[in-house]
């Protein structure tokens, strides 16, 4: 490239950028999680917000759910279609030879987690959020769908979930760990 730029790219999920699109009480900044962004720039990233899926859902109103509230046809579609969308925008970066570094999701959202998710601890009674919720091993419903359809188009990014306010309340360690592991891969 004949200018400054890096010629690398980070997807970011929109909660990370603007976590006015959070549930109510699980915000622990201001605005946007600081501490992810400062690395970003440090590393001259170029920056690709993702639309906060469930809002197409369930607009800002909602509650936070488990995993199980996503799945279904309708909305796997509805994702899958969002997800085309994006990657038909990523494709022109890629054609112009930038690299899609990584994608960054809330990790433990039910459409937006990368390695955990939440689920409702008793699937048949369910109850209320998040004492009756457990996180476990899998990705959320609309980050299946983006990965299906990145593959698909042969982009590979590192897949990092940045943990949020009740992974953090488990593991308080998780947090600098993942940001090291961000560091590590930019």
């Given amino acids: 490239m004949s200018d400054a730029r890096s010629g690398k790219i980070v997807v970011v999920s929109h909660c990370i950028l603007n976590v006015h699109s959070l549930e109510d009480g699980l915000a622990i900044y201001p605005g946007l999680e600081e501490d992810v962004v400062k690395i970003l720039l440090e590393r001259g990233v170029g920056i690709f917000q993702l639309p906060c899926p469930e809002m197409h859902i369930f607009g800002i109103f909602r509650k936070p759910l488990p995993k199980e509230s996503y799945e279904h046809p309708t909305i796997r579609d509805k994702y899958r279609s969002i997800a085309e969308a994006i990657v038909e925008q990523l494709l022109w970066f890629k054609r112009k030879g930038y690299e899609i570094v990584a994608v960054l999701g809330a990790e433990a ?76 891969i930019l």
Avoid at 167 to 172: A, G, N, Q
């Fill in 109 to 184: 959202s039910p459409t937006c987690g990368i390695s955990r998710v939440g689920r409702w601890k008793d699937p048949v009674k369910k109850g209320k959020f998040p004492g009756d919720v457990i996180f476990v091993e899998g990705m959320g419903v609309f980050m299946e769908e983006f990965k299906n359809v990145l593959e698909e188009n042969d982009i590979h990014p590192v897949w990092i979930g940045i943990p949020g306010k009740s992974l953090r309340s488990i593991d308080p360690d998780v947090f600098e760990r993942t940001l090291d592991k961000l560091r590590s």
